[in-house]
């Protein structure tokens, strides 16, 4: 099973849009260049989740958004 995800506006001021395509919880993690964990969320179930990560320093972030059984990962450029 695929996670299948949107996440936008890309590049963004930190404020991004999660759309999740499936139909199953999951978690969503952002790590900054250096492998920091700067943002965690557990069980998710929303279609449309607003992430707000606009305190933080512009450049460029990780996230991963996964469950039991896979990952979806892509780059986020903060501006």
Partial sequence: LNLNFNVYPNPS???FIVENL???SYNIVIHN???QE???ERDVNK???KIDISKLS???YTIEIYNDSSIFTKKL???
């Fill in 13 to 15: 001021n930190g404020k």
């Fill in 22 to 24: 499936n139909d199953n």
């Fill in 33 to 35: 260049i250096f492998g």
């Fill in 38 to 40: 700067v943002y965690f």
């Fill in 47 to 49: 279609l449309e989740n």
């Fill in 58 to 60: 512009s450049g460029v």
């Fill in 77 to 79: 450029i903060v501006e």
